[in-house]
């Protein structure tokens, strides 16, 4: 039985030992998955907005994300565990609203038609039509929108990825409470993963699943991974008022908010030039009063009387390349195979990208979606797969 050592049990991690254990007919394997924190209280997948769309501007990450939104519909029997309670990631779909201002509306026509070309549910309101169906927004500066009609909305990451955890367990993944150190290597071939125990595990193949720190895992073999960590602070807000039918709102400004619950969450992408390496999960508390919190009131009025409630920051594991997934073999090593990189929309591309990667441990092949796109290949020919609609 061929052993498999997956590096980091989050979402992507907890997704490939699903889908590697999930073919009792097919080849088993022994699966260990080293994960450093249980309690994931730094993990992306505990601290993520935990939204999916198909408003994506390549072929690739609308077909990830329209099996992730296949796959959530049908989480609740397909990953229950025997008799137990059906898991519940509470999805709900209110869609994706992209407002675009004079300057984007050619980039947010361009995206469209990729996505009609893709089935996408997705319709393109103009500014009058858009007051009539969200009359609590203000279409100001507005040229353009773009909504999802289905497909599109959040659920909760957390649960998200215990229901992956426990199912691949009931399969029979070893599940490791552990701190990978280095590698053990034998020429082209990763032999086993050594732990802050002292300990190795032995292994035929290993897997690189460790969100914003992959680059540490391939930095042991020599490869050069592009991924870093980058913070993103996250603040919910109540409102006395109710904003019926709200979708997932990406404002012209760049900042995004959501409902969730009874109240609201809300982020940004900070500034290139303010926007470091790895820096420490603190919250950057000062840019919800200085711009957050102005420009939020300025698309939605009813903003003007919201009070913040808590606020979180987390990592993105952003691919430096061209900010989109990173999966398979490099070419410098047999066995060591990666699902790093995915730059904000990893949490929904996780049935992807765990049965894709399965697929290559299985039959050194995509079977199902060919993800070769994101393949390491294009970083090493410097041939970058540009995804535009980066939150
Ligand atoms: C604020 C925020 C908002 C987001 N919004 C969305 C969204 O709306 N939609 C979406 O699709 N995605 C979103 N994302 C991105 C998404 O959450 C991530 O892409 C996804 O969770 C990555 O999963 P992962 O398993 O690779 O990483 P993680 O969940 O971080 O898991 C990696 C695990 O590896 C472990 N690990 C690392 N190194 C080691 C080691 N040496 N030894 C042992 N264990 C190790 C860590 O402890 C961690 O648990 C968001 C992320 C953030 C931070």
Not at 86 to 114: C, F, M, Q, T
Request: proline share 5%; hydrophobic share 40%.
């Amino acid at each position: 039985m061929r052993r498999v050592a997956i590096i980091g049990g989050g979402a992507i991690g907890s997704a490939i030992a699903y889908f590697l254990g999930a073919d009792p007919t097919g080849e088993a394997f022994d699966i260990t998955v080293v994960e450093r924190d249980f309690s994931y209280r730094q993990a992306s997948s505990a601290l993520s907005a935990s939204s999916i769309r198909q408003q994506f501007s390549t072929a690739i990450n609308i077909e990830m994300s329209l099996y992730g939104i296949d796959f959530f519909r049908t989480l609740g029997e397909t990953l229950r565990v025997g008799d137990d309670d059906v898991p519940d990631i509470g999805l709900v779909e209110p869609g994706y609203l992209y407002l675009a201002s004079a300057a984007g509306v050619h980039v947010l026509r361009e995206n469209h038609a990729v996505q009609k070309a893709h089935a996408v549910d997705v319709a393109l309101l103009t500014p009058d039509e858009l007051k009539a169906r969200f009359p609590w927004l203000s279409t100001e500066g507005i040229a353009l929108a773009s909504l999802g009609l289905s497909g599109e909305g959040w659920y909760d990451g957390y649960s998200l990825l215990q229901a992956f955890r426990k199912k691949a367990a009931s399969q029979g993944a070893r599940y490791v409470q552990a701190h990978a150190t280095g590698l053990r290597r034998q020429g082209r071939t990763v032999t086993g993963v050594q732990l802050d125990s002292g300990e190795t595990i032995d292994a035929d193949i290993v897997v690189n699943a460790a969100g914003a720190w992959a680059a540490k895992v391939a930095e042991w073999v020599g490869i050069d991974l592009p991924v870093r960590g980058r913070r993103r602070s996250v603040f919910s807000f109540s409102c006395p008022e109710t904003l019926p039918g709200c979708p997932l709102v990406i404002d012209t400004s760049g900042i995004w908010l959501r409902p969730e619950g009874r109240q609201f969450i809300c982020g940004f992408a900070p500034p290139a030039d303010r926007d470091p390496d790895d820096a420490p999960l603190d919250v950057e508390h000062e840019a919800f009063d200085n711009f957050i919190w102005p420009a939020l009131a300025e698309r939605i009025p009813a903003f003007e009387a919201v009070r913040m409630t808590g606020a979180w920051a987390g990592y993105y594991e952003m691919n430096l390349f061209d900010h989109n997934a990173i999966l398979g073999l490099h070419p410098d090593c047999d066995n060591l195979y990666f699902a790093n990189g995915f730059s904000g929309h990893g949490l929904q591309q996780c049935p992807a990208a765990g049965r894709g990667i399965a697929e290559l441990i299985r039959f050194g092949g995509y079977r199902s979606l060919d993800l070769s796109p994101l393949s390491f290949a294009r970083i090493l020919e410097n041939r970058p797969l540009v995804e535009k609609n980066i939150i």
